[in-house]
């Protein structure tokens, strides 16, 4: 029987099997969904028993379990490690959504549902794939599956976890999918993550809000204080104002933005997608190195003072803000994270106080296209979409995988199938059916080839 045969007459069993795992609401952000995080690792592991695993079980942490399963083939085979995460982000607002968030909806030639594509249905291509090479007596290495419940907040135990197991968990490569293509047409294989730093600023201006027609014009208004020094970190040129932010970026060679050029790339249909009239970033650079080589400084957040129905003329206590730098090779996020809390405080007017609250963070990473698994998954993306998959760096970020790398030594190949409209993080989360039996496929021809 073929790769291709299998999973057609496997299908629908696929489908039922990642949809059990959508109707469970793993939000790890939320602290009444802990029950759903349990039940959806055990989930996870009944999955990963009957796709073919010798062992799999549920492993302690500080916070959410891990998933950890393996099939051994031979001492002496090389082995892989199968990375994914089994919590999802919220689905607020819900009355953006078509249909439910949590129960899958089939339409269009689309799965639609909060996790299907992040990171649910791109850990069942996975386990799938892997399923397919087992059944077809294709698989003559090792594999070993961990799962985890928190990469949605950061990863918090993973890394204690991966240095407490780390002969448990030794491999040769390890394989994720967790990341996007350029497009159904285009496939790709990510070779390179942005790090990234994260913080909550707080401005406090007076001990209680004020009459603004009392103390207008007297007093600094925190709002405002806050919007201009967050304005004031990037320049008219698209640059991180920070002194020294730049001092680790690694500038990218002309080959390779030679490469990224070549990529299929449409800036009006890009506009268009997401309802801008014009683009906007550094100077010097274009879009898809904007939003992939180069670091960034992004407002996620911002609120203060009265937002209720009508007017209320006053001159607020306080004013927050969530914001975060994308950060590139050989920038060091703690590094970042403590210039930018030194810099901010350092700057701000003497009417206000600034506190910086750090949150999580992670580094950069990138994958030598010339590692054998890389190539054995370049290989088998180009069978099952029959062109060969481009090599680009995307602009997320996935912490874990640089701390795989300084825990456990391994580097990753990241074999995503995820595309631009899938919507991740947003409602309306959805995943194509056709890019999810190609991504089965393209997994099955791996452990072929990788063999």
Known sequence: MSIQTYIQTNKERFLEELFSLIRIPSVSAKQEHKPDMEAC????????????????????????????GEKLCAPDAPTVLVYAHYDVMPAEPFGLWYSDPFEPDVRDGRIWARGVDDDKGQGMIQVKGFETALQLDLLRCNVKFIFEGEEEIGSPSLEAFCREHKELLKADVILVSDTSMVGKETPSLT????GLAYWEVEVTGPNRDLHSGHFGGAVANPIQVLCQLMADL???????????????????????????????????????????????GEKGYFT???????????????????????????????AYAKVSCRLVSHQDHAKISEMFAAYLTQVAPESVT??????????????????????????????????????????????????????????????????????????????????????????????????
């Not at 070779?191 to 942005?194: F, K, N, S």
């Not at 609120?303 to 206590?317: A, N």
Request: charged letters at 25%.
């Open 41 to 68: 690792a055990q989930r996870w592991v009944e999955i990963l028993l009957s796709s073919g695993d010798d062992r799999a079980e549920l492993m302690p942490t500080c916070g959410n379990p891990v998933v950890y």
């Open 191 to 194: 070779t390179g993550l942005r």
């Open 234 to 280: 990037v320049d008219d040129n698209g640059r991180i104002t920070i002194p020294g932010f730049y001092d680790d970026v690694e500038e990218v060679s002309a080959a390779e933005r030679e490469m990224i050029a070549r990529i299929p790339f449409d800036e009006e249909k890009y506009k268009e997608a997401i309802g801008v009239r014009a683009l906007a």
């Open 288 to 318: 898809l190195e904007r939003n992939s080589c180069r670091p960034s400084f992004d407002m996620c957040g911002i609120w203060s003072g009265y937002q209720g129905e009508g007017s209320k003329t006053v001159l607020p206590s306080k």
């Open 354 to 451: 600034v506190k910086v609250k750090p949150s999580h963070g992670g580094q950069g990473y990138v994958c030598p296209i010339d590692l054998p698994a890389y190539r054995a998954a370049e290989a088998a993306m180009g069978i099952a979409f029959g062109k060969k998959p481009l090599a680009v760096r995307r602009g997320g970020s996935i912490p874990i995988i640089s701390t795989f790398e300084e825990v456990l030594g391994i580097k990753t190949v990241l074999m995503g199938f995820g595309l631009e409209q899938d919507a991740i993080h947003s409602p309306n989360e959805s995943f194509e059916l056709d890019i999810f039996y190609k991504g089965i496929e393209s997994v099955a021809e791996f452990y072929r080839i990788y063999s």
